[in-house]
């Protein structure tokens, strides 16, 4: 995907310039990371795993607390600002994985090998986008942050109801776990441990639900660190373009067999009430969305309004927020997507996006050219909202990230205010560089002047590729080829369009729309897209993608963001029930697809590429009524100069064509 040698995601490829934002923070960056090494102010932790909470409508959620605790072990007697984990993920789990990270020889051995063990440039490459993991400080935020509790801070992690060892029925981020996030805080500042003073941390679910919780105004936490959240659950993952994915049924079974396992202390209290709660819901939620997968009758398939009590209403959030994002995460875009609906200053907003996936939050930080650890960061940020300590996190950023092709910047905003919202047109005409797709087309500033209908069939190619290792949340990296870098054996079931190459550098930075004249075969149409770096030697690589059933194809266009010339840079598909429309076989339906945002930077010599499929499993997975509708039938995009093709992306820089 670059220009040099160096891997994409664990060594940089540039060097900071003195005259522009620093993304390792400087100076600042350096004192923070000091900070975390240097010796803490405690010896040692205590760790309560019998802390219990009562909710008011009488279910108890099981808690660890981790307190600062003297050479004896014995928890110090003093109050602490409290940062707060809620996790559905059994924090018997993430009890283990903090002993054996805290392990005398075991935990620094491993530390060790995730920094030191680097395969880039060989077969096996994609190993150390996982492995790295560990060494970029991820795992102290999953688990126990033993540094932060031990410099003086209370670390609170409690099973969600009705999962882990907390008893009552599994909510899934609805009001009742809301209400319960807003009890726990009031239980933590009421404890005599505390100072008063909570944050909320975590990744994924933990971050959506620290995230509800800021928007709920002096009853929440006093700062956020949240690591992968959410905003629009059904856009992002549950249905994206009106198509589920493979991960939600992956992550509720997990989820529903995690809670089966219930700690130490439960059993010795008999856990009959424990059991019998587990025994009333055995499998929450499976069984609703086996039904809406195979009837469509389950609401919940579609952008239902019970989705409305879930997404954190973002607009809401007063207290300093920091969020962490990665361009392909299951999530997508929603980190910057959040950053711009933030109302807080910037400083007391801030946003960090790396090209990684949600399993591998952090890689590489905390290396020369890198933004600091993740626990470094998490570390900054509550001495700083906390503690009231002026260690200059209000003045990294504000919009740190890693472009696309190119290194770590960091920008006072995104997307980047001068990058102007181009058309390319999708043209028949050969680009010479895709002879292995279905057809190979090309990208042109100028609108063509020439019809065609071109032909694309259903297949299973994207199996491999890197929209696959996204649903997944990372794991097919370790196989590297066509699950990270190289989009080729995917693209021979795609409609490919390239543009020439670029002359100069062209940064292409945002959202952007995929606006196609299309004809089914059937009564409906599966169409996804990626957006591709092709690198001089042909490699191409998916800078982002997007989706979108033909009979979700309404718009919003209040919700909806246009460029001055009025093309879609968003459109936004209601993905109701109420706003299915028809197709008709053989008649030409215009789709606006949404890419996901995202800031990459092609080199000279590199060119863009747009793939078009007819179906993107595991990605892209239409429930199985919307399945037999296509009939598995070949699709057709339809291109006429009358109702031209085209994408519509956000560049900086004159490519040169």
């Known amino acids: 995907m670059t220009t040099t040698s160096a891997h994409a995601l664990v060594q940089p490829e540039h060097v900071v310039s003195p005259f522009h934002r620093d993304p390792t923070g400087g100076a600042d960056g350096r004192a923070w990371a000091e900070l975390v090494e240097s010796a803490?102010?405690?010896?040692?932790?205590?760790?309560?795993?019998?802390?219990?909470?009562?909710?008011?409508?009488?279910?108890?959620?099981?808690?660890?607390?981790?307190?600062?605790?003297?050479?004896?072990?014995?928890?110090?007697s003093s109050r602490f600002p409290v940062v707060l984990n809620i996790t559905p993920y059994n924090s018997v789990l993430l009890d283990s994985i903090d002993a054996l990270l805290a392990a005398p020889v075991l935990g620094p051995t491993l530390r060790r090998v995730s920094r030191s063990v680097d395969l880039s440039g060989t077969p096996f490459d994609g190993i150390s986008e996982i492995t790295r993991v560990v060494a970029g400080g991820a795992a102290d935020l999953l688990t126990v942050n033993r540094h932060l509790v031990r410099s003086g801070y209370v670390q609170v992690i409690i099973d969600a109801r009705g999962t882990g060892s907390s008893s009552g029925v599994w909510d899934t981020l609805g009001p009742r776990e809301q209400l319960d996030t807003l009890e726990i805080l009031e239980w933590i500042?009421?404890?005599?441990?505390?100072?008063?003073?909570?944050?909320?941390?975590?990744?994924?679910?933990?971050?959506?639900?620290?995230?509800?919780?800021?928007?709920?105004?002096?009853?929440g936490p006093d700062a956020v660190f949240a690591v992968e959240g959410s905003e629009d659950i059904v856009r992002e993952i549950f249905a994206t373009g009106g198509a589920p994915s493979l991960f939600?049924?992956?992550?509720?079974?997990?989820?529903?067999?995690?809670?089966?396992?219930?700690?130490?202390?439960?059993?010795?209290?008999?856990?009959?009430?424990?059991?019998?709660?587990?025994?009333?819901?055995?499998?929450?939620?499976?069984?609703?969305?086996?039904?809406?997968?195979?009837?469509?009758?389950?609401?919940?398939?579609?952008?239902?309004?019970?989705?409305?009590?879930?997404?954190?209403?973002?607009e809401d959030i007063a207290v300093p927020t920091f969020l962490y994002g990665c361009w392909h995460d299951i999530f997508g875009g929603a980190a910057p997507d959040m950053y711009n609906r933030l109302t807080v200053e910037r400083g007391r907003k801030q946003l960090l996006v790396g090209d990684g996936y949600h399993g591998n939050p952090g890689i590489g930080f905390g290396e020369p050219g890198f933004p600091p650890r993740l626990?470094?960061?998490?570390?900054?940020?509550?001495?700083k909202w906390l503690r009231g300590i002026d260690?200059?996190?209000?003045?990294?950023?504000?919009v740190t990230l890693r472009q696309q092709g190119g290194g770590?910047?960091?920008?006072?905003?995104?997307?980047?205010?001068?990058?102007?919202?181009?058309?390319?047109?999708?043209?028949?005409?050969?680009?010479?560089?895709?002879?292995?797709?279905?057809?190979?087309?090309?990208?042109?500033?100028?609108?063509?002047?020439?019809?065609?209908?071109?032909?694309?069939?259903?297949?299973?190619?994207?199996?491999?590729?890197?929209?696959?290792?996204q649903v997944l949340a990372g794991v097919p990296a370790v196989l590297g080829g066509g699950f990270t870098y190289d989009n080729r054996f995917a693209e021979g079931d795609a409609l490919t369009f390239t543009t020439p190459p670029v002359m100069t550098t062209v940064v292409y930075s945002g959202p952007a729309n995929v606006h196609v004249r299309t004809v089914a075969r059937a009564r409906e149409s599966m169409w996804a897209v990626m957006l591709c770096d092709v690198a001089p030697d042909g490699t191409p690589t998916v800078l982002t993608n997007g989706a979108l059933l033909a009979s979700r194809r309404a718009i919003d266009d209040e919700e909806s963001i246009r460029t001055e010339s009025g093309d879609y840079l968003v459109a936004h598909h209601p993905l109701t029930r109420e706003s299915l429309l028809p197709v008709v076989?053989?008649?030409?339906?215009?789709?606006?697809?949404?890419?996901?945002?995202?800031?990459?930077?092609?080199h000279p010599g590199h060119r863009l590429r747009l793939d078009i499929f007819a179906a993107d499993?595991?990605?892209?997975?239409?429930?199985?009524?919307?399945?037999?509708?296509?009939?598995?039938?070949?699709?057709?995009?339809?291109?006429?100069?009358?109702?031209?093709?085209f994408i519509t992306l956000p560049l900086l820089g004159e490519p040169g064509w």
């Open 248 to 314: 939600i049924p992956l992550w509720l079974t997990a989820v529903n067999t995690l809670k089966w396992v219930p700690a130490v202390q439960i059993l010795r209290r008999g856990g009959v009430g424990w059991l019998a709660d587990r025994v009333r819901s055995p499998a929450t939620n499976i069984s609703n969305l086996v039904n809406g997968f195979l009837t469509g009758s389950d609401p919940r398939i579609y952008d239902d309004p019970s989705f409305d009590t879930i997404d954190p209403t973002i």
């Open 391 to 398: 260690n200059g996190i209000d003045r990294y950023g504000p």
């Open 585 to 602: 076989p053989g008649e030409p339906i215009v789709l606006d697809i949404e890419l996901l945002s995202t800031e990459a930077v092609l």
């Open 375 to 383: 626990d470094v960061l998490e570390r900054a940020w509550f001495d």
């Open 408 to 469: 770590w910047e960091a920008h006072g905003r995104f997307p980047a205010p001068a990058a102007v919202a181009r058309r390319l047109y999708l043209s028949a005409d050969s680009s010479g560089t895709a002879s292995h797709s279905r057809h190979d087309g090309s990208l042109h500033f100028e609108a063509p002047t020439d019809t065609a209908r071109l032909t694309v069939k259903p297949g299973f190619r994207t199996v491999v590729s890197r929209d696959t290792t």
């Open 189 to 219: 500042r009421a404890s005599p441990w505390c100072d008063g003073r909570v944050g909320m941390a975590g990744i994924s679910y933990s971050a959506i639900n620290s995230l509800q919780a800021a928007a709920a105004g002096s009853a």
């Open 40 to 76: 803490p102010d405690f010896p040692r932790v205590h760790i309560d795993r019998g802390a219990a909470v009562t909710m008011t409508d009488g279910a108890v959620l099981r808690a660890i607390v981790v307190s600062p605790a003297d050479a004896s072990g014995r928890s110090v």
């Open 617 to 645: 499993a595991p990605r892209f997975v239409p429930i199985l009524p919307d399945r037999l509708r296509t009939r598995w039938r070949a699709q057709d995009v339809d291109l006429d100069p009358t109702d031209p093709s």
